[in-house]
Nanobody, 125 residues
Framework: VQLQASGGGLVQAGGSLRLSCAASGRIIICSYVMAWFRQAPGKEREFVAYITRNTKYADSVLGRFTISRDNAKNTVYLQMNSLKPEDTAVYYC?????????????????????WGQGTQVTVSS
């Protein structure tokens, strides 16, 4: 399984970016929980959003970020609007297989098996 994140860059506060995470290898994203995490310098990696049949967001991004997926392209997106300087971080996509109908999606980074390489997002004030 390979996850390739892209779309990061430098943007002014209030601007928008769309991140993409292309999955390849033995993965069909509709059978996985797909998530975005981020890590700012000197801080731990933190949950941003995940998508299964439903979506969940961190409180800090709720109402500004939208996670979505295109099953035909095996790609997950993170649309980020109204960006703030505190959103500056390396953004990582992650995946965890849905192993049963009782599976409960997680916002813990420890519960994700596959990770992309990260893409830098920098928001200037």
């Amino acid at each position: 399984v390979q996850l390739q994140a892209s779309g990061g860059g430098l943007v002014q506060a209030g601007g928008s970016l769309r991140l993409s995470c292309a999955a390849s290898g033995r993965i069909i994203i509709c059978s996985y929980v797909m998530a975005w995490f981020r890590q700012a310098p000197g801080k731990e990696r933190e949950f941003v959003a995940y998508i299964t049949r439903n979506t969940k967001y961190a409180d800090s991004v709720l109402g500004r970020f939208t996670i979505s997926r295109d099953n035909a392209k095996n790609t997950v997106y993170l649309q980020m609007n109204s960006l703030k300087p505190e959103d500056t971080a390396v953004y990582y996509c992650a995946a965890s297989p849905i192993r049963s109908i009782l599976f409960v999606p997680s916002s813990s980074r420890y519960d994700y098996e596959y990770w992309g390489q990260g893409t830098q997002v920098t928001v200037s004030s």
